[in-house]
T-cell receptor, first 114, second 111 residues
């Protein structure tokens, strides 16, 4: 079993839809959680970063963390064609020698149709 | 935030040769990280580069294959040695401040 499992697989939605991306993890030592967007032939771009359980909102993006269930989500409201990219969840342990090291989910390829 | 520049952005190399990738950060950071992203895959951590000490490698990665230098707090290099087609990947450097930022990556193709 992978430490981080990301779903869904490739996702295609119409413009304006609400998108839900999810990751589950098995390592209870993970303390911080991030979502990245990666356009083709580009490096990952940080979208959301959080330490705590609960919701964090930034514009059209909402990150949700449930540490008790080991589950994180990213919601995209009013999706746009420019949101078409690969979305990666990532998580890490802030302690000691693990500081800064991230474990990534497999990624979800999102396509938003005009 | 941090701005990270990587060179080269892409290269095509012959098998058996080596390529050195450079990573420059716009601020001083204690640790820099090197990741590999194989075609169609997610990111896997190769090693952590600390200034003034040997890099620490993750399971499955060894210094002879991926030697790393960290001469100061804003710069690091990763060398991919004795390349084979299986090394064709995107190589990315990252810093944690504490959230992690990435460079644009180096797209390596080994023929």
């Amino acid at each position: 079993q992978k430490e981080v499992e990301q779903d869904p697989g490739p996702l295609s939605v119409p413009e304006g839809a609400i998108v839900s991306l999810n990751c589950t993890y098995s390592n209870s030592a993970f303390q911080y959680f991030m979502w990245y967007r990666q356009y083709s032939r580009k490096g990952p771009e940080l979208l959301m970063y959080t330490y705590s359980s609960g919701n964090k909102e930034d514009g059209r993006f909402t990150a949700q963390v449930d540490k008790s269930s080991k589950y994180i989500s990213l919601f995209i409201r009013d999706s746009q064609p420019s949101d078409s990219a690969t979305y990666l969840c990532a998580m890490g342990n802030a302690g000691g020698t693990s500081y800064g090291k991230l474990t990534f989910g497999q990624g979800t390829i999102l396509t938003v149709h005009p | 935030s941090a701005v990270i520049s990587q060179k080269p952005s892409r290269d095509i190399c012959q098998r058996g040769t080596s390529l050195t990738i450079q990573c420059q950060v716009d601020s001083q950071v204690t640790m820099m990280f090197w990741y590999r992203q194989q075609p169609g895959q997610s990111l896997t951590l190769i090693a952590t580069a600390n200034q003034g000490s040997e890099a620490t490698y993750e399971s499955g990665f060894v210094i002879d294959k991926f030697p790393i230098s960290r001469p100061n707090l804003t710069f690091s290099t990763l060398t991919v040695s004795n390349m084979s087609p299986e090394d064709s990947s995107i190589y990315l450097c990252s810093v944690a401040v504490p959230e992690a930022f990435f460079g644009q990556g180096t797209r390596l193709t080994v023929v």
